[in-house]
């Protein structure tokens, strides 16, 4: 279904969902998800106010959704950053800047993957699980290939990716609170592995 009038965007009625999505992320790149409304989205997405209602039951059905999209995003930036490196020491940085600049450049989108409220730690939501699970076999890919040759010490992979993961982490909360600019922690980031391997 399309409509040319009253100003709203054509949309295809098998896309509406991931268009009240994409309208969702566009008001987090500017509001903090305890700000969304149904009908600022629907308002955002021009379409009807009842429109949400039909893929979202209330609010927190919405914040949920978002958050599950943003997590979906997150994965995304961080695979692309990844294949597009040809060494072992370029995907690990690549995977750590581009999780460092999504949370720049969303930050309140990247606030609401790690809310405990709409993602539980260890009861992730069934749409939410396989993307956490993609993201961990991603680091643990990139940990262990960089183990193997040389860039990391070898060793047990999941606290060394655990430890890296917190770091990474924690450069992106410096960044989105203003403390540390982005290319600081970047330049850390890359500060933390060596630039050769050993010989």
Not at 5 to 24: E, F, V
Not at 144 to 165: H, K, M, N, S, Y
């Amino acid at each position: 279904m399309s409509s040319s009038s009253g100003g709203r965007r054509p949309y295809h009625h098998g896309n509406l969902r991931q268009a009240l999505l994409d309208a969702a992320m566009d008001l987090l790149s500017v509001t903090p998800a305890a700000q969304l409304s149904l009908r600022e989205l629907a308002r955002a997405a021009q379409v009807s106010h009842a429109a949400p209602y039909h893929y979202f039951t209330d609010r927190q059905g919405l914040i949920r959704a978002a958050g599950v999209e943003a997590m979906r995003r997150l994965l995304q930036a961080q695979q692309a950053a990844v294949a597009a490196e040809d060494s072992p020491r370029g995907r690990l940085l690549a995977l750590g800047h581009a999780y460092v600049r999504f949370a720049a450049r969303e930050p309140h989108a990247f606030a609401l993957v790690f809310d405990p409220q709409y993602c539980k730690p260890g009861t992730p939501t069934e749409d939410m699980a396989p993307l956490i699970t993609a993201n961990e076999a991603l680091l643990a890919a990139c940990v262990d290939e960089a183990q193997r040759f040389g860039v990391l010490p070898p060793g047990d992979t999941g606290p060394i990716a655990t430890a890296l993961w917190g770091t990474v982490h924690g450069l992106a909360q410096l960044v989105m609170a203003g403390h540390v600019p982005l290319p600081e922690a970047e330049a850390a980031l890359s500060a933390l592995l060596p630039s050769q391997q050993p010989r």
